[in-house]
T-cell receptor, first 111, second 108 residues
């Protein structure tokens, strides 16, 4: 059964460093999403992406964040200058129409 | 006020018990997801529904659009059902709005 994959599973970085989180969505899906879950809190929407552009973003998704689909299969989330409060689990999801399928997540730890 | 409320927040059960987790929401939606999150953190989609009832194995999900309420039932619960169950709604936009989750522990 097709699934969404994410790499790395765990990323440790120092404050101020750039990180790129990678996702491979299900191959025939057209809609892509990033979500974040800070430890002990609920999952929050970050951004949705369709037709090579952002379709919606939350107030969390500020200028430090960017997304792209560099090669037609990967979908990446870049954080330019990480802060301690960016430490969280980041989930990628994709959908063909409505139902979203989630990846296993990347745990980002900023020290 | 949260747009998606779940109850209870925590639930313990003995193996074999029938379990119900509730979700109420305050916005108009096109669909509702029930998700399962295991201790490792990964999220698995259990159901997506926009009306009526769906069943998959021992899991049953129902939704009442007029009352803005959904329930997830687990019949004959088992310790491997122990996880956090999350309700997430899809308003008429792209973004899912998540509840805070219900932590379920099933003891043998």
């Amino acid at each position: 059964e097709p699934e969404v994959t994410q790499t790395p599973s765990h990323q440790v970085t120092q404050m101020g460093q750039e990180v790129i989180l990678r996702c491979v969505p299900i191959s025939n899906h057209l809609y892509f999403y990033w979500y974040r879950q800070i430890l002990g809190q609920k999952v929050e929407f970050l951004v949705s992406f369709y037709n090579n552009e952002i379709s919606e973003k939350s107030e969390i998704f500020d200028d430090q964040f960017s997304v792209e689909r560099p090669d037609g299969s990967n979908f990446t989330l870049k954080i330019r200058s990480t802060k301690l409060e960016d430490s969280a689990m980041y989930f990628c999801a994709s959908s063909g129409q409505v139902e979203q399928y989630f990846g296993p997540g990347t745990r980002l730890t900023v020290t | 006020k949260n747009e998606v409320e779940q109850s209870p927040q925590n639930l313990t059960a003995q193996e074999g018990e029938f379990i119900t987790i509730n979700c109420s929401y305050s916005v108009g939606i096109s669909a509702l997801h029930w998700l399962q999150q295991h201790p490792g953190g990964g999220i698995v989609s259990l159901f997506m529904l926009s009306s009526g009832k769906k069943k998959h194995g021992r899991l049953i999900a129902t939704i009442n659009i007029q009352e803005k309420h959904s329930s997830l039932h687990i019949t004959a619960s088992h310790p491997r059902d122990s996880a956090v169950y999350i309700c997430a709604v899809l308003p008429n936009t792209d973004k899912l709005i998540f509840g805070t989750g219900t932590r379920l522990q099933v003891f043998p």
